[in-house]
């Protein structure tokens, strides 16, 4: 029988991992598990699908309550789990030996993680023969943890992109195997963004799994330790428009915060979510948080540094709309023009 050893010719080997792997033999299938929960995981699991590997088991968060009726909803995973036609396993946690006997015993070759939301102990991460692969949305070292799309936009990065990372016990400390980049756009959304990562973390993914296909792991490259940040998870507290902080950080948080949490402020005596703004490079002329009056084009609100021009609003109960139409509502505050 023909065995690859996965290592590439030349590669070094610090951490003795490639030595603790077996080798994988080419006369059967990889045998892939993958574990992923939101909609961003879901071109990933397709992947795996497509890849020509037998995709044995998809693992997701147990159904949570969504919607006003707080009914049990399956994740987005798991809709297009059952689609294809794929065993679905939802433990409530991979610490319980039960757990961990049952992906055992799908005797994985590799296991993919995408966006899970569950922590794998060493035991899980030491169980598939060639070990656990996580696609990661930001270029590591920077933005590790839970939200790294909002992270680096808030942050006013130009670039970030995908990198394909070997995991390790560590909240993403694990060498990095792949990596695609991409410019953050000038207008871009937390949700746009979300889309163009999703897209292209499934396309790192499967370039990488038709190399160990073909016998060959990527390189690894280990993350420097001296440019760590962290993306913490969002909070709805920070959605809260602080306008004595400077226009363009504000603009940055309004695009970042679309379409969750929402950014939200207190303009002209009601609260407002703040759906898109324009930073604008000029005096405020007035303390912060005063409204400095509007037209069609937006309703201009002084800031610490410079002024920020609401775009388009949702008042509580309404639907998201246009400045031009909030101001039909609200004459008195048109004058001054923007």
Known sequence: MTEVRMQDAGQTDTDGWFERQQVLPVTRRLRLVFAGTPEFAVPCLAACRDCGAELVAVYTQPDRPAGRGRKLA??????AALEAGVAVEQPRTLKDPDA???????????????????????????LPTLGC??????LLPRWRGAAPIQRAIVAG????????????????????????????????????LHDRLSVLGAKVLAEGLERIQHGEIPPARAQAGD???????????EARL??????????????AFDPWPVADAQIGGERLRI??????????????????GGDREGLAIACGD???RLLSVQRPGGRQIAIGDYLNARPELRAPAC
Do not use: C
């Not at 440019?227 to 507290?237: C, E, I, R």
């Not at 602080?242 to 695009?255: G, M, Q, Y």
């Not at 759906?275 to 005063?290: C, E, K, N, T, V």
């Open 157 to 192: 990065d130009h670039e970030t992109g995908v990198d394909l990372m070997r995991m390790e016990a560590g909240l993403d400390t694990g060498p990095v195997l792949m990596e695609e980049r991409i410019a953050i756009t000038a207008h871009e959304t937390g949700g746009s």
């Open 306 to 308: 410079g002024v920020l």
């Open 227 to 237: 440019s760590v940040t962290y993306a913490h998870k969002l909070d709805k507290s």
């Open 242 to 255: 602080d306008f004595t902080r400077p226009a363009s950080e504000l603009e940055r948080i309004v695009r």
């Open 74 to 79: 399956a994740s987005p995973v798991k809709h």
């Open 133 to 138: 692969w996580n696609v990661h949305a930001s």
């Open 100 to 126: 961990q006997t049952t992906l055992a015993g799908y005797r994985p070759d590799l296991l993919v993680v995408v966006a899970y939301g569950l922590i794998l102990p060493q035991a899980v991460l030491d």
């Open 275 to 292: 759906w898109s703004a324009q930073a604008l490079d000029r005096p405020p002329g007035a303390p912060p948080g005063s409204v400095l």
